[in-house]
Nanobody, 120 residues
């Protein structure tokens, strides 16, 4: 099993910055990719950014140039540095572990979510 614990959300004014962290713990051999998704009420959860164990990154077009995802494999932690925040970035941000290799096989895991609110 893998537990994902997120931190770093909060309230910030437009143009400000926040840094999200997500630490994976539990019994597992590896995690293929870790990423951040976000969701607002009434809409589907959407990809924000993903980083593989090898360091390859993918970003949603809406955050390119403003957000940076990074990963510390030794600490099993993924970070999301969010700069130049806009009100439309307001959402619950969820951490994801893709294809975690556990004792029961490969599974995806989600964190509990952290609220990010950007005021105009």
């Amino acid at each position: 099993q893998v537990q994902l614990v997120e931190s770093g959300g909060g309230l910030v004014q437009a143009g400000g910055s926040l840094r999200l962290s997500c630490a994976a713990s539990g019994i597992f051999r590896s995690i293929n990719a870790m990423g951040w998704y976000r969701q607002v009420p009434g809409k589907q959860r959407e990809l924000v950014a993903v980083i593989t164990s090898g360091g390859s990154t993918t970003y949603a077009d809406s955050v390119k140039g403003r957000f940076t995802i990074s990963r510390d494999n030794a600490k099993n932690t993924v970070y999301l540095q969010m700069n130049s925040l806009k009100p439309e970035d307001t959402a619950i941000y969820y951490c994801n572990a893709d294809r975690a290799h556990t004792m029961v096989g490969y599974r995806d895991y989600w964190g509990q979510g952290t609220q990010v609110t950007v005021s105009s």
